[in-house]
């Protein structure tokens, strides 16, 4: 049975590390796993992510951010997600609307995009490909920072640790009970506290989603 789950939190949260075990880990008990990140995954997500992430393109409005992040999103959706789950696999992203709803939205306060602009555009980019399973790996800005200590940071990173709390403050939000976000992913809004070991991370992210996995098909799950 196919299900859509994603993997998403601040910088350094753990996710690409997690998602590339949870993938090995599905894979080992025989499921066929698509592993994908955002922004990216196709062609055209690829070049706007290299575009998105280079110093040198220097500040850009919110807005503008945001539209670029839901374009390379709704390629990956239309060329990626949904022929995967037609051929019922089960697909790993690294990242969701919600690193949008968070980075160009809450984080940057009064200046970010307007909640209800973004939960428009989030439900017109995912109105025929929702996601099953969000999973929030919530960390510490200073564990994390000190993670990717020894990277160069990309053009969002170098916003610092300050803007990194924002984030961080922003997907505890997300997480709330009753926020629209959750609507949107069948099996909810999980928040998986990634400020622990490699190994105690990866179980409780396995258990979410073979819970996911096992459980029956949603109304209206394509
Ligand atoms: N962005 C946005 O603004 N809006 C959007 O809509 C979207 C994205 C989709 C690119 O994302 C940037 O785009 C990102 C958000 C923005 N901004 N920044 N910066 P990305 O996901 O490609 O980049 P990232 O968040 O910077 O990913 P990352 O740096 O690769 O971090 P990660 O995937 O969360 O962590 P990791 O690579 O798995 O781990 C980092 C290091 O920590 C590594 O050495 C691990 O071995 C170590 N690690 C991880 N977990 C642990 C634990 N539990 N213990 C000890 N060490 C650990």
Request: hydrophobic share 45%.
């Amino acid at each position: 049975m196919s299900r859509f789950i994603a993997l998403d939190g601040p910088d350094g949260c753990g996710k690409s590390t997690q998602a590339r075990r949870l993938v090995e880990a599905l894979r080992a008990q025989g499921h066929s796993v698509l592993h994908l990140r955002e922004p990216g995954s196709t062609p055209f997500g690829e070049r706007l992510r290299e575009a998105l992430l280079d110093p040198s393109v220097g500040d850009l409005a919110p807005l503008t951010e945001a539209l670029a992040f839901f374009a390379a999103r709704r390629a990956m959706l239309d060329e990626e997600v949904a022929p995967a789950r037609a051929r019922g696999e089960i697909v790993v992203a690294e990242r969701s609307f919600l690193s949008t709803v968070v980075y160009q939205g809450a984080a940057c306060g009064q200046d970010g995009v307007a909640d209800d602009v973004l939960r428009w555009i989030t439900a017109a980019v995912h109105e025929r490909c929702r996601h099953d399973l969000l999973v929030v790996l919530d960390v510490d800005p200073e564990i994390a920072a000190r993670r990717a200590a020894d990277r160069n940071p990309d053009r969002i990173e170098a916003r610092g640790v300050e803007f990194q709390r924002l984030v961080r403050a922003g997907f505890l939000e997300v997480v709330e009970p009753g926020h629209w976000a959750s609507g949107l992913a069948a099996s909810g809004i999980l928040r998986v506290d990634a400020n622990r070991t490699l190994d105690e991370v990866h179980e409780d992210v396995l258990r979410a989603a073979v819970a996911c996995i096992g459980e029956g098909p949603a109304a209206g799950r394509p």
